[in-house]
């Protein structure tokens, strides 16, 4: 039961470390205003992933008796991964563009959200499969899961929020690149474990 938490919080530190359109808008809102603006960012996860994380669920859940299906989806998920850890491996500094227009911070996080592919393919390749194997030992284990991620993927911007607060170079910092650089390798794990089911799935057609 408790390694669904350990994937919910790794997955989740992952994606809240790695370079993406809500990590950058937590650190410029941070830097051009306060940490403030940058931890309502940070939340934005818990606003906007909801619909998302549902229609997920559900859609995955409803070909669940499909072991085709599914063995498909996992291997999309695995494809999904490896481009994740690719990317994640290849990172190096990246450039925060700031500029003086202001906007509501929280519309803007949304809209970047809803926006970014990420929470879509995530959600549907990966999260909502390992909620539903999570759920199928018990609900203990997919709440765990889920709380996990968002635990840390929250936790992980509002920490990275204060951060910036202090110091405005923390995505060309050589600490940071390596830590991106590493977790890509975990994501390296996490998309054999998804391949793996995959082919569990197509073998038992």
Do not use: C
């Amino acid at each position: 039961m408790f390694e669904y938490l350990i994937a919910g919080i790794t997955l989740g530190f992952v994606a809240g470390i790695s370079p993406g359109p809500l990590l950058v808008l937590v650190i410029t809102e941070t830097i051009k205003y306060n940490r403030k603006e940058g931890i309502k960012i940070a939340l934005i996860p818990l606003i906007s992933d909801l619909p998302i994380v549902l229609f997920s669920v559900f859609v995955v859940f409803k070909l669940s008796s499909s072991n085709i299906l599914l063995g498909i989806i996992s291997l999309l998920g695995t494809i999904f991964l490896l481009y994740l850890a690719w990317d994640n491996i290849k990172t190096k500094a990246i450039e925060v563009s700031l500029n003086n227009e202001r906007s509501n911070t929280l519309k803007k996080g949304i809209i970047a959200n809803f926006l970014s592919p990420h929470p879509y393919l995530f959600w549907m390749l990966v999260g909502a499969p390992l909620s539903i194997k999570a759920y199928n030992q018990s609900l203990i284990a997919a709440v765990l899961f889920v709380a996990g991620f968002y635990v840390f993927i929250v936790g992980t911007k509002i920490a990275i929020a204060f951060v910036s607060d202090k110091s405005k170079n923390i995505l060309t910092s050589k600490s940071y690149i390596i830590i991106v650089k590493t977790l890509g390798f975990v994501l390296l794990i996490f998309a054999i474990i998804l391949i793996v089911d995959g082919f569990k799935f197509l073998n038992a057609v």
